[in-house]
């Protein structure tokens, strides 16, 4: 028999959304409802087999219900603006997964699913309903079953008449009786004041429905009887409102909801967009990315030794080179070979020629700077070629780096494949479809792979001076050329040089925090009488909720959650608790960043290497991977000692850090130029306490460290666009207090609630964002007709003036201090970026100058209605800097 799945799809989105933390993709868009709704929506597909499928949404606020009871739903809280701006990307991953979607003005979702489902009974056709809400068993019967979520989404109690019976001991139109006597406060269905689930029952029991208890009530005693005669219309009217309509014009036939499966295709490439990995991987087969593309005839000469004079005698002639390099880690990558393009020609030359005495030549060519060159992601060739000892100079254009500038938030599209179709010219096969993926990756032959990087460095000539014009078009050609190429080099340089680590001292901070952890693990199983798995969440759930009987807060598919919010919501309950809590912290410290540091450690060099990107945040930060160095906890003292084994590669030399102060607030209150701010800052006031002054309107000495805590999250979330919702979950207080918080906060700081409002307006109008520097973020949604990508696009323009200025003055000082150091012949080194952060490698005979130097650049390096501050220390290891 056919199945019809039909989905509540706002119900499901609401739990969702308030079962799982709060996830981002790169681009700073929530998706932790979607990614709820898409793990339901694969599992219900696998699971149930549906030939049929619908989700049904609410179209507004305002339903037919309103018209005899405006108060209808008039109790629940604003949609948080994080959820609602993922019901556009529910509705596009709907689309790729090729299940209809359906929504009417003046009807609820519980409308067209109770019309559908009556349709589908008439058609004898099964069908299921998923959903969170108790009225819609009232669509129960031989043919529909309702699947009621449980707290989240993950588990669900299937009810059909006879699960009714047993639960209620009523039949399904009766649920509608019930709600009509008890009422529902989340639609604010008044119901008979005083009257609960299990008074309700009785009655209905005794009588079978509301027009039955009403014709009865002079049975009935005391006070009970006085409030069903006394509410009697309001019973009444509350039966209705709990009604759901069957007769919506719903335009659809059933044979318009077939389902025949999703495109693989569509729902992965919707699973890059949304950043969900571990579902992409999870995907069954090969999934092509890219169309067939047609490929212009082209003149290859694969390079010998024999022909290598031909070669060398063109080299004058020659600006566009490739390097193919296979794997993510440049400091590990395999070098395939090297691609070069004359107006007549490609040559290609295996990396084993290139190596050869014979093509010492070509080496100095690459590595002359006066050889002015153009290729595809200088920074990471500059590294992979520095450990196969080949110098490259001369760089003058990257159209991987320029791709980024004009289009930040499209990375994906940023492949010589992606950009050769972006800009028109001849098809090229994106690099999955030619060496395959994860197990079936495979080099193919030389014809084949010759001809392959001989079109990318053809298409790289091609592009160059398209990308260029660019450039010019969007006044970004300072920012490549002044910032992100130079920037490039500096952070190759960085990269190279590496960070030593004391190894012996990061596995005896290893033993220590071994130590800690067994003592941690004897603790927990004193107090929770039994020893366990402690990393089994199943033996853990069993302990806690089972043994110590806690309160269950979170179920999953395999039994009780025990992730981290649910752990932090039972801290109270038992010592237990933040004992695991404790546990967990150190072991990761133990796994990601002990071991993890220890396997990243050069067996050559005894330094990490890591890789900084720029191509990755829209904002223009840096990230840092292979290890990531941005990211070491620091929080716990463990995680801050870690820092110890970061050391100098010489024993005469310090380890010196330099620090923004507050960068992002000083950045906001010259944008602003909002008066209260700039005066705190001009006289270097604590920026939080004078915010908690003015907020709470308290004197100086009455700021505690809650009110200071308090301002603080205001303070990082106001420019951002941080909801009343998003602050109350930071700070664990009611959304109305968030609220008021906020609403104090934009009185007092005019300018900063006046500069919010201006630059949502340029955006508007320019349909971009700038930072100080000029760099751009282009924001499609802005004038979206869609609340929801609307606003999203509204909090992405007052970030990213701010976050990216942030990212561009640290960049600009990076450049300028290192052309200092190479200035001043010093032997100081530059090793890491993190965020707000400089740090250097200082020889002793050195420190004083570069004491002096940094933070003099750091903070001279752009002029700010109010001055940037820099905070320098120093020691024999980066622990000590800080």
């Known amino acids: ?141 031989s043919n529909v079953t309702i699947a009621l979520t449980r707290k989240g989404i993950s ?137 067939e593309v047609v490929q212009e005839e082209i003149n290859v000469k694969v390079v010998e030794h024999n022909n290598l004079a031909e070669v060398l005698d063109k080299l004058p002639s020659m600006k566009s080179i490739h390097f193919e390099i296979i794997g993510d880690n440049p400091h590990q990558a395999e070098i395939l070979g090297l691609s070069l393009f004359t107006d007549e020609e ?93 197990a079936k990756f495979k080099v193919p032959e030389m014809d084949s792979l010759s001809e392959f990087l001989c079109r990318k460095v053809s298409l790289i000539h091609k592009l160059t001076p398209l990308i260029e014009a660019n450039l010019e078009e969007n006044e970004l050609v300072d920012l490549f050329y002044k910032i992100e190429l130079p920037v490039a080099q500096v952070l190759a340089g960085m990269e190279i040089q590496g960070v030593k680590i004391d190894i012996n001292g990061l596995k005896l901070h290893g033993e220590e925090i071994q130590l800690k952890l067994d003592d941690i693990m004897k603790t927990i199983y004193e107090l929770a009488g039994t020893e366990f798995n402690i990393n089994s969440p199943k033996q853990l759930g069993e302990v806690l909720f089972d043994k110590l009987q806690l309160p269950v807060i979170k179920k999953t598919k395999t039994g009780y959650s025990t992730d981290a919010e649910v752990l932090e919501k039972l801290a109270n309950e038992h010592e237990v608790v933040s004992k695991i809590l404790e546990y967990r912290q150190l072991a990761k410290l133990q796994s990601t960043y002990i071991e993890g540091l220890l396997k990243e450690v050069h067996q050559d060099t005894q330094k990490v290497h890591t890789y900084f990107r720029q191509t990755i945040a829209a904002t223009g930060r840096l990230s840092s991977q292979f290890p990531n160095l941005q990211n070491i906890p620091i929080r716990l003292e463990e995680g801050r000692k870690i820092r110890k084994v970061f050391v100098p590669s010489s024993e005469n030399s310090y380890i010196l850090g330099a620090d923004y102060s507050q960068i992002e607030l000083r950045i906001l209150a010259h944008i602003s130029d909002d008066e209260k701010l700039i005066e705190a800052f001009q006289n270097n006031m604590d920026i939080h306490t004078k915010t908690a002054m003015d907020v709470f309107g308290v004197s100086k000495d009455e700021v505690d460290a809650e009110k200071r805590r308090t301002a603080k999250a205001v303070n990082f979330g106001i420019v951002y666009g941080i909801s009343d919702y998003g602050l109350s979950q930071n700070l664990n207080i009611t959304r109305k207090q968030a609220k008021q918080f906020i609403d104090q906060y934009k009185s007092v700081y005019s300018g900063v609630d006046q500069f919010m409002d201006n630059i949502k307006k340029q955006a508007k109008q320019n349909g971009y964002v700038t930072t100080l520097l000029h760099r751009r973020r282009y924001l499609p949604e802005i004038n979206s007709r869609n609340f929801n990508l609307r606003s999203f696009a509204e909090r992405t323009a007052l970030n990213t003036p701010i976050q990216g200025s942030n990212a561009d003055i640290i960049k600009l000082a990076m450049i300028q201090i290192e052309e200092r150091i190479q200035a001043e012949s010093l032997k100081s080194k530059m090793l890491l970026q993190v965020h707000d952060e400089l740090v250097f490698e200082v020889p002793e005979d050195e420190l004083d100058i570069m004491k002096q130097i940094v933070p003099e650049i750091m903070e001279s390096v752009i002029d700010l209605k109010i001055p940037l501050k820099v905070d320098v220390s120093y020691g024999r290891n980066w622990f000590e800097a800080k």
């Open 1 to 141: 028999m056919d199945k019809l799945i039909l989905i509540d799809g706002n119900s499901i989105a609401n739990r969702a959304f308030y079962a799982l933390p709060l996830l981002n993709n790169s681009k700073g868009m929530h998706t932790n409802a979607v990614y709820g709704v898409t793990t339901m929506l694969l599992r219900l597909i696998e699971e149930e087999k549906p030939t049929h499928f619908l989700v049904a949404f609410d179209a507004g606020k305002i339903t037919f219900r309103h018209k005899d009871y405006k108060e209808y739903k008039g109790g629940r809280a604003k949609t948080p603006p994080e959820l609602s701006e993922q019901f556009p990307l529910m509705k596009e991953l709907l689309q790729a997964f090729k299940i209809d979607q359906f929504e009417l003005e003046g009807y609820e979702a519980d409308d067209i699913i109770g019309t559908v489902s009556k349709l589908a009974e008439e058609n004898n056709k099964q069908v299921l309903i998923v959903t969170g809400d108790k009225d819609l068993l009232q669509l129960a019967s």
């Open 155 to 291: 588990e669900v109690d299937r009810f059909d008449p006879e699960k009714i019976k047993e639960k209620y001991n009523l039949i399904p139109n009766q649920i509608i009786d019930m709600k009509g006597l008890m009422g529902d406060a989340s639609d604010n269905i008044p119901g008979v004041p005083g009257v609960g689930e299990k008074t309700a029952l009785k009655l209905l029991h005794q009588y079978g429905s509301v027009e039955e208890v009403l014709a009865h009530s002079d049975e009935l005693k005391g006070k009970m009887k006085e409030k069903i005669q006394t509410n009697a219309d309001q019973a009444t009217m509350s039966k209705e409102l709990a009604t759901i309509f069957r007769e919506v014009p719903v335009k659809k036939s059933l044979e318009q909801l077939k389902f025949d499966g999703f495109d693989q295709k569509a729902v992965s490439e919707m699973f890059e967009k949304l950043e969900f990995k571990s579902l992409l991987e999870k995907m069954d087969g090969s999934v092509q990315l890219d169309n």
């Open 346 to 438: 490609s040559y290609y030359i295996p990396f084993d020629i290139l190596k050869s005495d014979e093509a010492r030549g070509l080496r100095e060519w690459l590595a002359d700077e006066k050889q002015e060159k153009w290729m595809y992601d200088y920074h990471k060739t500059k590294v992979a070629l520095y450990w196969q000892d080949i110098e490259l100079h001369g760089v003058t254009f990257d159209i991987y780096l320029t791709a980024y500038l004009l289009d930040p938030t499209e990375t994906k599209n940023h492949t010589i494949s992606g950009l050769a179709q972006r800009y028109g010219l001849s098809g090229l096969k994106n690099d999955e479809n030619f060496y395959g993926k994860g």
